[in-house]
Antibody, heavy 120, light 110 residues
Framework: QVQLQESGPGLVKPSQTLSLTCTVS??????????WSWIRQPPGKGLEWIGY???????YQNPSLRSRLTISVDRSKNQFSLKSNSVTVADTAVYYC????????????WGQGTVVTVSS | QTVVTQEPSFSVSPGGTVTLTCGLS?????????ASWYQQTPGQPPRTLIY???TRSSGVPDRFSGSILGSKAALTITGAQADDESDYYC??????????FGGGTKVTVL
């Protein structure tokens, strides 16, 4: 049973860089059938797809966020990470990592989410 | 950018039926968009209900069903129960490696 767990600072100052890591357990990040994704949810609002990374290192990001984002993978640790620079209060959200199953076309495994607050 | 539309809220009586829809600001939803549906309660991550338009995820009760209705993807709850009171989100695959979530529908059972 694959499980995902987000980790990272819960508080980030405006204009600084948000850094989060998702640890994959119970399965390998090397599988070619999955896209390892980040999704966020501002307080009281809906879900927003941020981007994904493939095990090969290929990435794609939401065009509205792309200029500030870096998504990377650490195969040795079975982890993938999100960095977003120049954050503002609008980046305050619960950040989820999720596995997109390319065979069934579904986000089939979700982490519990981690709260990130942008505040001075 | 294309917007994925959902009704903001719905109310349904216990035992009743409700159909939520997932549309596009421009164009029609087809099976090529691989619509999937997720249920979320406060403080919890989303739970996968339906994928590839109409396939129930493992363990999901058969009172949840997915379909294409006209130009939209749809999620129908038949025989609503109290614990179906949740937020429901759809997501569509736009092609080119991009997914877009709808704004969500809050379902109240009363």
């Amino acid at each position: 049973q694959v499980q995902l767990q987000e980790s990272g600072p819960g508080l980030v100052k405006p204009s600084q860089t948000l850094s989060l890591t998702c640890t994959v357990s119970g399965g390998s990040i090397f599988s070619g059938d999955f896209y390892w994704s980040w999704i966020r949810q501002p307080p009281g609002k809906g879900l927003e797809w941020i981007g994904y990374i493939y095990y090969s290192g290929a990435t794609y990001q939401n065009p509205s966020l792309r200029s500030r984002l870096t998504i990377s993978v650490d195969r040795s640790k079975n982890q993938f990470s999100l960095k977003s620079n120049s954050v503002t209060v609008a980046d305050t959200a619960v950040y989820y990592c999720a596995r997109y199953n390319e065979i069934n076309h579904v986000f089939d495994v979700w982490g519990q989410g981690t709260v990130v607050t942008v505040s001075s | 950018q294309t917007v994925v539309t959902q009704e903001p809220s719905f109310s349904v009586s216990p035992g009743g039926t409700v159909t939520l829809t997932c549309g596009l600001s421009s164009g029609s939803v087809s099976t090529s968009y691989y619509a999937s549906w997720y249920q979320q309660t406060p403080g919890q991550p989303p739970r996968t209900l339906i994928y590839s338009t109409n396939t129930r995820s493992s363990g999901v009760p058969d009172r949840f069903s997915g379909s294409i209705l006209g130009s939209k993807a749809a999620l129908t709850i038949t025989g609503a129960q109290a614990d179906d009171e949740s937020d429901y989100y759809c997501v569509l695959y736009m092609g080119g490696g991009i997914w877009v979530f709808g704004g969500g529908t809050k379902v109240t059972v009363l």
